[in-house]
């Protein structure tokens, strides 16, 4: 049966697993993987070191590189961690890559904020959390894709991802 190739992004707010869930998919798949949150312009992220949450405008140029990568990546699939925190921040990226799937990581704020606060030398305060809870408009019924909860350990996680994205190898 012919599928076409995967190509998936895995949003989810700060400290979800976006990173850690994204390389373990891309790795299953044999696609590569790409960090979202490298392609942030600079004045991006002194903006979230400094612990001021990102606007709609901040975000545009930022998405639209992430969409080049996207569509540079559709025929041959690939992995990417971003955000993608609004519905309209997805719209973006499907208008430059239409076959995109996305892996939503979700989970209970305490969680989150644990995983956050654990990990040093990263960009992001831990501050940030409540900010990018409140933007987040989860994964809609109609777009393609699935959402996780993110309690179990990655390698479980990320063998879940291929079941729920119809990524899993055929059998039989
Ligand atoms: N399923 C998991 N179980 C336990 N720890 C996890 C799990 N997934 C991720 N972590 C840990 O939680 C922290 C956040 O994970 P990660 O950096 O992958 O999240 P992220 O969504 O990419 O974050 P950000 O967007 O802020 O970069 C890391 O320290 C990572 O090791
Ligand atoms: O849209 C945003 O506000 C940003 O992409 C953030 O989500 C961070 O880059 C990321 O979570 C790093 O911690």
Same mark, same amino acid.
């Not at 190739?5 to 869930?21: N, R, Y």
């Not at 930022?62 to 519905?87: F, Y």
């Not at 959402?147 to 055929?170: K, N, Q």
């Given at each position: 049966?012919?599928?076409?190739?995967?190509?998936?992004?895995?949003?989810?707010?700060?400290?979800?697993?976006?990173? /850690?869930?994204?390389?373990?998919?891309?790795?299953?798949?044999?696609?590569?993987?790409?960090?979202?949150?490298?392609?942030?312009?600079?004045?991006?992220?002194?903006?979230?070191?400094?612990?001021?949450?990102?606007?709609?405008?901040?975000?545009?140029?930022?998405?639209?590189?992430?969409?080049?990568?996207?569509?540079?990546?559709?025929?041959?699939?690939?992995?990417?961690?971003?955000?993608?925190?609004? $519905?309209?921040?997805?719209?973006?990226?499907?208008?430059?890559?239409? /076959?995109?799937?996305?892996?939503?990581?979700?989970?209970?704020?305490?969680?989150?904020?644990?995983?956050?606060?654990?990990?040093?030398?990263?960009?992001?305060?831990?501050?940030?959390?409540?900010?990018?809870?409140? #933007?987040?408009?989860?994964?809609?019924?109609?777009?393609?894709?699935?959402?996780? /909860?993110?309690?179990?350990?990655?390698?479980?996680?990320?063998? $879940?991802?291929?079941? #729920?994205?119809?990524?899993?190898?055929? /059998?039989?």
């Amino acid at each position: 049966m012919h599928r076409s190739a995967p190509l998936v992004v895995v949003m989810g707010v700060s400290g979800s697993g976006k990173t /850690t869930i994204g390389q373990l998919l891309a790795e299953a798949l044999d696609v590569p993987f790409e960090e979202g949150d490298a392609h942030h312009p600079e004045e991006n992220i002194a903006k979230m070191a400094s612990g001021v949450p990102l606007t709609d405008e901040d975000r545009e140029p930022w998405l639209d590189i992430l969409g080049g990568w996207l569509r540079d990546n559709a025929a041959s699939g690939g992995v990417m961690s971003c955000s993608a925190l609004k $519905r309209s921040y997805r719209d973006r990226l499907r208008d430059s890559a239409p /076959t995109t799937r996305f892996l939503h990581l979700h989970g209970p704020k305490e969680l989150l904020a644990s995983r956050l606060q654990d990990r040093t030398a990263h960009f992001m305060p831990p501050s940030l959390l409540d900010s990018q809870l409140a #933007v987040l408009e989860p994964l809609a019924a109609d777009e393609a894709g699935a959402t996780l /909860t993110i309690g179990p350990l990655p390698s479980v996680l990320a063998h $879940r991802a291929l079941v #729920v994205l119809g990524l899993a190898p055929e /059998t039989g």
